[in-house]
């Protein structure tokens, strides 16, 4: 590259020169535009290499990304696997346990509507049933299962959070009137389930709870017994 812009600048000096030096022959005026031709093809090539470099980076990147999601597929696959296997001997094992934060602290809503609680830090999920993206739970063994879930305010009494059965109504906790503290509650349900039927933890309109890394909001279930 140092040649050809060395010869660049011998060029533009005999292009400058040209109507004093009347000899300079076409051939070498050829050569000199070839050079400047040259030299804006390398600048461009260069260009064009710094762009497929930041393309490949964001590709390794996307690499990395789907190959972590193949990995927790093939995981979920596995649990799946041995969960069809333990119903079909009659034994399914079917448990998980959850809370509000990964990380941090602070208010959970409000919301506008209902909202079901994402619980997104998993203790324990035999069977995949929970779902932590979504805060719900799914059977995928017909039976008869508990649910217990827990609620932590801290400030204004503004929390109620319901026990829900697909669209059903179960139970409730409520933290309304009891001024400015810091108050718990917990309710538990054992009910009925067929395959598909969804059980979640859902914040009324308006209403917010708060956790820290105390998780004071959890939500766990499990199977009692097929039927």
């Not at 051939?27 to 535009?33: A, F, G, H, V």
């Not at 959850?98 to 602070?106: E, K, Q, V």
């Amino acid at each position: 590259m140092k040649v050809v812009l060395l010869m660049l600048s011998l060029c533009l000096t005999l292009s400058g020169a040209q109507s004093e030096w009347t000899s300079l022959s076409n051939s070498q005026l050829e050569n000199c535009n070839f050079i400047s031709e040259l030299a804006v093809l390398k600048e461009k090539l260069k260009t064009m290499d710094q762009k497929l470099g930041a393309v490949e980076t964001r590709l390794q990147v996307g690499k990395s990304q789907v190959d972590e999601l193949k990995s927790m597929n093939k995981a979920q696959e596995e649990e799946l696997k041995t969960l069809k296997k333990d119903i079909a001997a009659g034994q399914p094992k079917v448990a998980f346990t959850a809370a509000l934060r990964t990380s941090g602290s602070g208010y959970i809503g409000p919301f506008t509507t209902h909202t079901p609680l994402q619980y997104k830090r998993v203790f324990s999920n035999f069977g995949s049933g929970y779902n932590p993206s979504t805060g719900v739970f799914t059977a995928m063994a017909k039976g008869v299962y508990y649910f217990r879930y827990t609620m932590f305010y801290n400030g204004d009494a503004n929390a109620v959070v319901s026990l829900m059965k697909n669209e059903e109504f179960l139970v409730s906790t409520w933290d309304r009137v009891s001024g400015r503290s810091e108050d718990s509650a917990s309710n538990a349900a054992i009910v009925q389930l067929e395959v598909g039927d969804n059980v979640f933890a859902r914040l009324s309109a308006n209403m917010r709870v708060y956790d820290d890394g105390g998780n004071y909001n959890t939500f766990s279930g499990f199977l009692l017994f097929t039927n």
